[in-house]
């Protein structure tokens, strides 16, 4: 069954913890996002991967850090930095062309901040 | 970088009436313009897309139509159904950075 996946699908922090969200893509897709969702305010990126060992900050990265080792993974690390963690985290891919392409999403990872 | 804006916020219709959700965008450079449909706790699909060199496109009971000029593109969606209703997301994406960048969402509800 291919597509992308997140894990885990529910998650609690603790104030002052790091924790780590993982995302798996079996689509061979080159690149791979990671969006912030909050009530009314759409889907905010925070990090994107156009290659594997390469990334870029997106629009709000502070108080986040991620990786690209792999064409597969793309794991997001929500640190202690980041003051308002609780969100509901989307991952997507797609593929890499000259304009634009389709964004396909994992099924989401919930964090609260507990 | 990009700019997008989506009205209106929420949107309450009949069945069979039809719905127009508007995006406007703020990047000339952006050439790629999806729309995503997203049920409660669900992920964002796809469902339908048009690019720049394209003035409109239409899927069934869906179209999209795109203004270059003035930097703004709208969803149509005609006899609408109960299961239209969900959250509507436009996007952009341009070429430098090439990944989307949404609007803030329409919370479309169609009563039977």
């Known amino acids: 069954d291919g597509g992308i996946t997140q894990s885990p699908k529910y998650l609690f922090r603790k104030e002052g913890q790091n924790v780590t969200l993982s995302c798996e893509q079996n689509l061979n897709h080159d690149a791979m996002y990671w969006y912030r969702q909050d009530p009314g305010q759409g889907l905010r990126l925070i990090y994107y991967?156009?290659?594997?060992?390469?990334?870029q900050k997106g629009d709000i990265a502070e108080g986040y850090s991620v990786s690209r080792e792999k064409k597969e993974s793309f794991p997001l690390t929500v640190t202690s930095a980041q003051k308002n963690p609780t969100a509901f985290y989307l991952c997507?891919?797609?593929?890499?062309?000259?304009?634009?392409?389709?964004?396909?999403f994992g099924q989401g990872t919930r964090l609260t901040v507990v | 970088g990009e700019n997008v804006e989506q009205h209106p916020s929420t949107l309450s219709v009949q069945e069979g009436d039809s719905a127009v959700i508007k995006c406007t965008y703020s990047?000339?450079?952006?050439?790629?313009f999806p729309w995503y449909k997203q049920e409660l706790g669900k992920r964002p699909q796809l469902i339908i897309d048009i690019r720049s060199n394209v003035g409109e496109k239409k899927d069934q009971r869906i179209a999209v139509t795109l203004n270059k000029t003035a930097k703004h593109f709208s969803l149509h969606i005609t006899e609408t159904q109960p299961e239209d209703s969900a959250v509507y997301f436009c996007?952009?994406?341009?070429?430098?950075?090439?990944?989307?960048?949404f609007g803030s969402g329409t919370r479309l509800q169609v009563q039977p």
């Open positions: 997507a891919s797609s593929t890499q062309g000259a304009g634009g392409t389709e964004a396909f």
């Open positions: 991967s156009q290659i594997v060992n390469d990334f």
């Open positions: 996007a952009a994406s341009d070429t430098g950075r090439r990944a989307l960048t």
């Open positions: 990047d000339s450079a952006s050439n790629y």
